[in-house]
């Protein structure tokens, strides 16, 4: 079983700070997305890395995927509260995807 | 284009009954699965479909939940009896491809808003 860990759980900052999240496991992965999951609706698929080493940009997130295909980064600049939602990170392998348990993100005006 | 499709929104019933789910995937996606949402945790995949045969049904508690996928378009997801631990949100997803190992097989799902299942 490919298990995939995020930190951290919780995170709670200002609208305007910076914050990091992290998503490692001890697996190899063919692909690994990001999603945003808002109360009440269903993930969002914001971004899939593939190539280890690979950074993406959208906007204020810059996402990275480990040089060994095992881990990611999600790095929000200037945080607004229109950001405040569950992030969550899904590994990909052999035509199947697993899921870690996300961070909750709360931004405060 | 339309995303993937699910009702009911919210359901509540007691121990022991039985709750049936629908799901429409989008137009051409070939693959559908059923994730378990519970609260605080991430989806916990039930059951993947490709077109009408089932790819992995490996975590699905096959003594209380079924799933079909008929002409490979729209899937039905059954609990019986439910029990106080299924309540969860279930999330149905679609993707274009699987083609295992092999290119499109990006692992990129769409999910729908959910099914919020509370059991009494």
């Known amino acids: 079983t490919q298990l995939l860990e995020q930190s951290p759980q919780f995170l709670s900052i200002q609208e305007g700070e910076n914050l990091t999240v992290y998503c490692n496991s001890s697996?190899?992965?063919?692909?690994l997305q990001w999603y945003r999951q808002e109360p009440g609706e269903g993930p969002v698929l914001l971004v899939t890395?593939?190539?280890?080493?690979e950074v993406k940009k959208l906007k204020r997130l810059t996402f990275q995927f480990g040089d060994a295909r095992k881990d990611s980064s999600l790095h929000i600049t200037a945080a607004q509260p229109g950001d405040t939602g569950l992030y969550l990170c899904a590994g990909a392998w052999a035509g199947k995807s697993t899921f870690g348990d996300g961070t909750t993100l709360t931004v405060k005006p | 284009e339309a995303g993937v499709a699910q009702s009911p929104r919210y359901k509540i019933i007691e121990k022991r009954q039985s709750v049936a789910f629908w799901c429409n995937p989008i137009s051409g996606h070939a693959t559908l699965y059923w994730y378990q949402q519970i609260l605080g945790q991430g989806p916990k995949l039930l059951i993947q479909?490709?077109?009408?045969?089932?790819?992995?049904d490996s975590q699905l508690p096959k003594d209380r939940f079924s799933a079909e996928r008929l002409k490979g378009v729209d899937s039905t997801l059954k609990i019986q009896p439910a029990k106080l631990e299924d309540s969860a949100v279930y999330l149905c997803a679609s993707s274009l491809v699987l083609r295992r190992g092999g290119p499109g097989n990006t692992g990129e799902l769409f999910f729908g808003e959910g099914s919020r299942l509370t059991v009494l």
């Open positions: 479909f490709q077109n009408n045969g089932v790819v992995d």
């Open positions: 697996s190899v992965f063919s692909s």
């Open positions: 890395v593939v190539t280890g080493g």
